[in-house]
C-alpha cells in the first residue's frame, strides 16, 4: 500500500536520524562533565556506546537492503536505546543534585525508546504478513 504522502515520511525519518545523532552528541557532552564523578566514569563510557550504537545503527537500518536486513537492525536499535535510558536513569539517581542536561537526555531516550519500540511492532507485523503470505503460495 503507497504512502499517502511520501515526502512527509520521508522528512519526519530524515528529522529521526538528525535525533538520533544529535542524541548521540549530546551523551558525549554530557559524559565529559559526568565521568570525572566517583562511580560515573564506567556509566559514562557504556552510556556513549549505547547512544552512539543507537545513531549508526539506525543509519545502517534505513539503509536495509531487505525488510529483514532493517528488522534486524531496528532490533538493536530498540535494544541499544533501551540501555541508554537504563543508563540515564542510573545516573539521574546517582547525582546528587538534578542535573538538567541528563534530565532532557533521559526523556529525549525515553521518546526514542517509544518510537522505536513501535516502529518494531510495527515491523514485525508487517513481516508475519509476508510470511504468511508465502506460506499460502
Same mark, same amino acid.
Given at each position: 500500500?503507497?504512502l499517502?504522502?511520501?515526502?512527509?515520511?520521508r522528512?519526519?525519518?530524515d528529522?529521526?536520524?538528525?535525533?538520533?545523532?544529535?542524541?548521540?552528541?549530546?551523551v558525549?557532552?554530557l559524559?565529559?562533565?559526568l565521568?570525572?564523578?566517583?562511580?560515573?566514569?564506567?556509566?559514562?563510557?557504556?552510556?556513549?556506546?549505547?547512544?552512539?550504537?543507537?545513531?549508526?545503527n539506525?543509519?545502517?537500518?534505513?539503509?536495509g537492503r531487505?525488510?529483514?536486513?532493517?528488522?534486524?537492525?531496528?532490533?538493536?536499535?530498540?535494544?541499544?536505546?533501551a540501555?541508554?535510558?537504563?543508563? #540515564?536513569? #542510573?545516573?539521574?539517581?546517582?547525582?546528587a543534585?538534578?542535573?538538567?542536561?541528563?534530565?532532557d #537526555?533521559?526523556?529525549?531516550?525515553?521518546?526514542l525508546?517509544?518510537i522505536f519500540?513501535?516502529?518494531?511492532?510495527?515491523?514485525?507485523?508487517?513481516?508475519?504478513k509476508?510470511?504468511?503470505q508465502r506460506?499460502?503460495?
Amino acid at each position: 500500500m503507497p504512502l499517502a504522502h511520501p515526502g512527509a515520511m520521508r522528512e519526519w525519518i530524515d528529522r529521526l536520524e538528525e535525533r538520533t545523532a544529535q542524541f548521540a552528541a549530546d551523551v558525549i557532552s554530557l559524559c565529559k562533565r559526568l565521568r570525572h564523578i566517583p562511580g560515573l566514569e564506567n556509566a559514562s563510557k557504556q552510556l556513549i556506546e549505547s547512544s552512539n550504537s543507537v545513531a549508526s545503527n539506525h543509519l545502517a537500518m534505513r539503509r536495509g537492503r531487505s525488510d529483514r536486513e532493517f528488522a534486524s537492525k531496528q532490533q538493536i536499535v530498540t535494544e541499544e536505546i533501551a540501555e541508554s535510558v537504563g543508563w #540515564l536513569e #542510573l545516573i539521574d539517581k546517582v547525582l546528587a543534585e538534578p542535573d538538567a542536561t541528563a534530565r532532557d #537526555l533521559l526523556r529525549e531516550a525515553r521518546e526514542l525508546r517509544a518510537i522505536f519500540a513501535k516502529g518494531k511492532k510495527t515491523m514485525r507485523g508487517r513481516l508475519e504478513k509476508e510470511q504468511r503470505q508465502r506460506r499460502r503460495e
